[in-house]
């Protein structure tokens, strides 16, 4: 099974960015996945945390060590002594490498403080105690010595490496992974069916021209006392009203926007009133009530869109047994007098087939 291992490449980087190019080639050459801070993703994440998370899902971790000791934290300590410690702790597989005559690197690469000079010694001194370290002197000749060290490392220290998602499942996850697929598509059908059922007792429950008492609190044009009354609408009035915004599935703040509607046509006809629209007030115990008996109904049932993860609000989509009843109530039929025509009409027509010889 083909394997690429992260390779976690920890140096100070301001004066180590020649060889820190030369080991990322290297270890691409090699199919492996470079490491640090160069390539890590512009994040809001806590740098130390973020470095620590590459360093956990790393298989080796590569120390170059030049002339810097590098910044320090509040503690004083180097970052990357910190990622050295944190790796050491994790069991990471280390390979170390320490430039081979410090006296000839540039002044501008090298630590200008007593203070920087004396923790670059101590560092230097606690790596090489831990590990056996190799000397380079070129940018060239440390990638070189990375490839041979990594090729050694992953012999004596092989690690978990990645691979392929369909090289990692086995016939028997592939199997299971079949199953529960399968099983949530069954449940999946399962919902989408259960919320279109009405509920079992629905001929105990009021529906189509029952009425129900809307308690409704709204004010007159022009005045400002609010006034408090309850209005009698009938299920099919409530359904022709929000049905058609539920066809595509509606919000809540839509569903009660179509019932302030309805109430306010049923008002101004009942009272004679001019009625400021926006001065309409539905309770939320109303509104509530009258999703809950429009479900019960299996009139009405939880969208199943797919929308922005941003998205918060509730959805509400018409159900087939719901579209059937809104054409119920709302489609436009003859007058009695016509239907009454058109069957004298077709009744004349038989009776003169029947006439035929």
């Known amino acids: 099974m083909d394997r690429r291992y992260q390779v976690f490449i920890s140096s100070t980087y301001g004066d180590l960015k020649d060889e820190r190019a030369e080991i990322i080639q290297a270890l691409l050459e090699l199919d492996c996945i470079p490491a640090g801070m160069e390539l890590f993703p512009a ?3 806590a740098a130390w945390d973020l470095i620590k998370g590459v360093i956990d899902d790393s298989d080796y971790y590569c120390l170059v060590i030049g002339g810097r000791y590098g910044s320090v934290d509040a503690d004083g300590v180097s970052y990357t002594e910190k990622e050295y410690d944190y790796a050491m702790s994790q069991k990471r597989p280390v390979m170390a490498f320490v430039h081979a005559d410090r006296e000839s690197i540039p002044a501008a690469k090298s630590e200008k403080s007593e203070e920087g000079r004396k923790r670059l010694d101590a560092f230097l001194e606690k790596v090489e105690k831990a590990h056996h370290r190799k000397s380079w002197s070129s940018a060239a000749e440390l990638g070189g010595l990375v490839s041979r060290s990594l090729v050694n490392m992953r012999k004596s220290h092989p690690a978990e490496g990645w691979v392929r998602g369909r090289f990692a499942a086995t016939d028997v996850l592939l199997v299971e992974a079949a199953n529960l697929r399968a099983r949530v598509a069954e449940l999946t059908a399962a919902s989408a069916k259960g919320g ?3 509920f079992q007792e629905i001929d105990d429950l009021a529906a189509g021209n029952d ?3 809307v308690g409704v609190s709204f004010v007159e044009t022009g005045k400002k006392d609010r006034i408090r009354k309850n209005v009698d609408i009938s299920w099919n009035e409530i359904l022709r009203y929000v049905g058609p ?7 809540d703040d839509e569903f009660l926007d179509k019932l302030k509607l309805c109430c306010y046509h049923k008002l101004e006809d009942i009272t004679g009133l001019t009625i400021d629209y926006r001065s309409i007030v539905v309770p939320h115990v109303v509104v509530d009530q009258i999703k809950v008996q429009l479900q019960a109904l299996g009139q009405m049932a939880p969208g199943t869109k797919r929308r922005a993860v941003s998205d918060k609000k509730t959805y509400w989509r018409l159900t087939d047994r719901g579209s059937k009843q809104l054409i119920a109530a709302q489609a436009i039929r003859k ?3 016509a239907a009454t025509a058109v069957g004298n009409a077709l009744q004349k027509i038989i009776e003169a087939s029947d006439t035929q010889p």
């Open 196 to 198: 279109d059922e009405p």
């Open 43 to 45: 994040t809001t994440e």
């Open 211 to 213: 009425s129900y008492a």
């Open 245 to 251: 915004s539920l066809v595509n599935e509606c919000a």
């Open 335 to 337: 007058p009695p007098q």
